[in-house]
């Protein structure tokens, strides 16, 4: 099983940017589908952005189309992604995932491989 590790994440304004990294060991993620979530306080985890096994294919949720863009280095076995224009409603833990199908964002079949989550604050 890959292990994967969230880093990135911090106290912004709204309006700025970050740029979270899912770096993954144990396995090469050339061969999953990634995914991004996020898991605001008293809210379900919710899909956010997925990437497909070589890149070619991304999908997005409605609150973050244009904002955000995930991406992948299959040779770093890294998956980023970039928040820009942020906003309050966009505060959450954020967490990574592999060998998921992400296509369809308000169903999503998350794989068996989290991350520890990395914290995104954003300050009206």
């Known amino acids: 099983q890959v292990q994967l590790v969230e880093s990135g994440g911090g106290l912004v304004q709204a309006g700025g940017s970050l740029r979270l990294s899912c770096a993954a060991s144990?396995?090469?993620?050339?061969?999953?589908?990634m995914g991004w979530f996020r898991q605001a306080p008293g809210k379900e985890r919710e899909l956010v952005a997925g990437?497909?096994?070589?890149?070619?294919?991304?999908t997005y949720a409605d609150s973050v189309k244009g904002r955000f863009t995930i991406s992948r280095d299959n040779a770093k076995n890294t998956v980023y992604l970039q928040m820009n224009t942020l906003k309050p409603e966009d505060t959450a833990v954020y967490y990574c995932?592999?060998?998921?199908?992400?296509?369809?964002?308000?169903?999503?079949?998350?794989?068996?491989?989290w991350g520890q989550g990395t914290q995104v604050t954003v300050s009206s």
């Open positions: 995932n592999a060998g998921g199908y992400y296509k369809d964002i308000d169903r999503p079949s998350p794989g068996g491989s």
């Open positions: 144990g396995r090469t993620i050339s061969i999953y589908n």
């Open positions: 990437i497909t096994s070589a890149g070619g294919s991304t």
